[in-house]
């Protein structure tokens, strides 16, 4: 299928491995020039390279809504244009809702909520202007079925697919659609650092029975951000192999 996106532009960030670097390679392979970010200069630079078509890698930190602007600024000075936004960031850690330490809570919403915002609100003036856009928060499964022990996660997520969802309907006659992606399990370099029970946990819940494939997860999201989703907004989809058990 041609996801009909070929020659347009895309900013993704948290993207030198993991699900962000699939869903930039996936873009770019169906013809997107893509700009992608993380702090590790050379990581990012690896990761361009590996993606090849023209990727640009620019270092940057986007746990801070300064660091997410910049970003977004500088990967609009590198391809001209920015048609497709793809926010994501590094999860925060576990913890309980009872006792959670309020600077690690902050620290979330600001790496997971405000920061994401501060992304959008640099792309999206221009794709208004300009009558088309598309705008993908990878976010996580927690943001439909919150987990025990991941509070941050939950409470940062939460706020993020409500902005969205609000947003959505603002900008939907603009042309632009706004959208997030819900991750379960998937065999991340994340994933794979925190180690066997975490990971057998993932898989026990999956009725797939493994983890998602990252590849697999950049072409879902990469469809999200085609031409064939104009009429696809104000939606969560959650790629997590049938874990999750609510009807919608
Ligand atoms: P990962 O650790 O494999 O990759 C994260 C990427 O983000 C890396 O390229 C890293 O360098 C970059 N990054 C991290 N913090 C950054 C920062 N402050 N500024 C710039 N770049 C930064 O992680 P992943 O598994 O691909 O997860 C991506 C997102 O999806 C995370 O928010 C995670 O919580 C969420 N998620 C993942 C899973 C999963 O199973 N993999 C499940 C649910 C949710």
Redesign the pocket.
């Known amino acids: 299928m041609d996801l009909g996106i070929q020659g347009r532009t895309a900013a993704v960030?948290?993207?030198?491995?993991?699900?962000?670097?699939?869903t930039a390679q996936a873009l770019a392979r169906e013809g997107v020039r893509v700009a992608i970010?993380?702090?590790?200069p050379g990581?990012?630079e690896a990761?361009a390279a590996r993606i090849g078509d023209g990727a640009v890698g620019i270092a940057?930190?986007?746990?801070a809504p300064e660091?997410a602007k910049s970003?977004v600024e500088q990967a609009h000075a590198a391809l001209g244009a920015l048609d497709i936004l793809v926010t994501?960031?590094?999860?925060?850690p576990p913890g309980a809702a009872g006792n959670a330490d309020p600077k690690t809570l902050g620290a979330a919403i600001q790496?997971?909520l405000l920061s994401m915002i501060a992304m959008i609100h640099a792309a999206l003036p221009e794709m208004r202007e300009r009558g088309w856009g598309r705008l993908l928060a990878?976010?996580?499964?927690?943001a439909r079925e919150p987990m025990p022990f991941m509070v941050h996660?939950n409470t940062a997520r939460a706020g993020l697919t409500a902005f969205l969802k609000t947003l959505s309907r603002e900008v939907a006659a603009d042309g632009v659609t706004v959208n997030s992606i819900?991750?379960?399990?998937?065999?991340?370099?994340?994933?794979r650092?925190l180690g066997g029970p975490a990971i057998d946990s993932?898989v026990t819940r999956s009725p797939v029975g493994r983890?998602?494939d990252?590849e697999e997860f950049g072409h879902v999201a990469a469809f999200l951000c085609s031409r064939w989703t104009a009429n696809l907004t104000g939606t969560t989809l959650t790629v997590d192999g049938g874990s999750s058990q609510g009807l919608f």
């Not at 990878?138 to 927690?142: A, E, Y």
């Open positions: 960030a948290a993207a030198s491995r993991g699900l962000g670097f699939a970010c993380s702090r590790d990581a990012i990761a940057c930190d986007v746990s660091g970003f994501n960031c590094g999860g925060p790496a997971n990878i976010t996580s499964q927690t996660s819900l991750p379960g399990g998937h065999d991340t370099e994340r994933v650092e993932l983890l998602g990252a």
